[in-house]
């Protein structure tokens, strides 16, 4: 089985740093928040990291592009639907087709 699509439920320190290695090694990111704003809000804290990373010589601006693109913030629509674990993640991690 080849995973392409991660999902992280929580988008505080932990969360945004396996976000960033998920991204980084090219696999497509979801990060689910409880509300809109603050998905985005995450997502700006990703985006400030991989810039502090690049002011440390640690990333190029092409992989902050990368690791940018493959992040989508998502939201909870609600608590329930977080906590089935047969719903949530059967939405967001499929297996690639094989050939």
Request: proline share 4%; net charge positive; aromatic share 4%.
């Amino acid at each position: 089985m080849i995973v392409r699509t991660v999902g992280i439920v929580g988008a505080g320190t932990m969360g945004q740093g396996i976000a960033v290695a998920c991204a980084a090694a090219g696999l497509d990111v979801l990060v689910s928040e409880r509300t809109p704003q603050s998905a985005q809000a995450a997502l700006a804290e990703i985006v400030q990291g991989l810039d502090h990373d690049i002011a440390k010589w640690r990333r190029t601006e092409s992989e902050k592009r990368n690791a940018s693109s493959n992040t989508t913030p998502t939201w909870r629509r609600s608590e329930s639907s977080v906590r089935s674990r047969t719903s949530w993640p059967s939405t967001v991690m499929r297996p690639a087709a094989t050939s």
